[in-house]
């Protein structure tokens, strides 16, 4: 992402997004690709973190798929100390929040998928007309092929 006004507008919303959720300690902007858009995770290594949640991601959208579980709607990864969670930002995207583990779960989802809207939006402006209020994963049709399905258990 060039350096320009809507970096600026992404940095923007995930600082506010960190000044307005407690616990909150960074948040990451990714392109599907694995490539940062924008961070504000202080102590963490961006482009490392970028890298495994595009990794995450394809694996989260095939799991989804796979199990029948609708379109993929977030991921959530729970260590000893915190939380990491991910949220599709529009179609080339992904939003990474990083807390604490004292957060609220709730609060972190229900913030995360709004500002992956609004992310997700900033990133692809002809989408502020037909955004919803739910973030989307790729579309089969824009994500690259996937191998075919794993064999069954023995």
């Given at each position: 992402m060039e350096a320009g006004p809507r970096t600026q507008d992404v940095l923007a919303e995930l600082q506010r997004l960190r000044n307005g959720v407690p616990l909150l300690s960074g948040a990451l902007v990714a392109g599907t690709?694995?490539?940062?858009?924008?961070?504000?995770?202080?102590?963490?290594?961006?482009?490392?973190?970028?890298?495994?949640?595009?990794?995450?991601?394809?694996?989260?959208?095939?799991?989804?798929?796979?199990t029948g579980r609708g379109d993929f709607d977030g991921l959530l990864v729970q260590g000893e100390c915190g939380r990491v969670a991910s949220y599709a930002a529009g179609p080339s995207a992904v939003l990474t929040l990083l807390a604490d583990d004292r957060i609220d779960i709730d609060t972190l989802h229900s913030e995360g998928r709004r500002s992956a809207a609004r992310i997700g939006e900033l990133l692809d402006p002809a989408r502020r007309d037909s955004a919803s209020a739910a973030p989307s994963a790729p579309s089969a049709r824009q994500r690259p092929p996937q191998p075919g399905p794993l064999p069954p258990r023995p």
């Open positions: 690709d694995g490539i940062v858009l924008a961070h504000d995770t202080p102590g963490v290594e961006p482009e490392t973190v970028a890298a495994l949640t595009a990794t995450a991601l394809g694996v989260a959208v095939r799991m989804t798929e796979a």
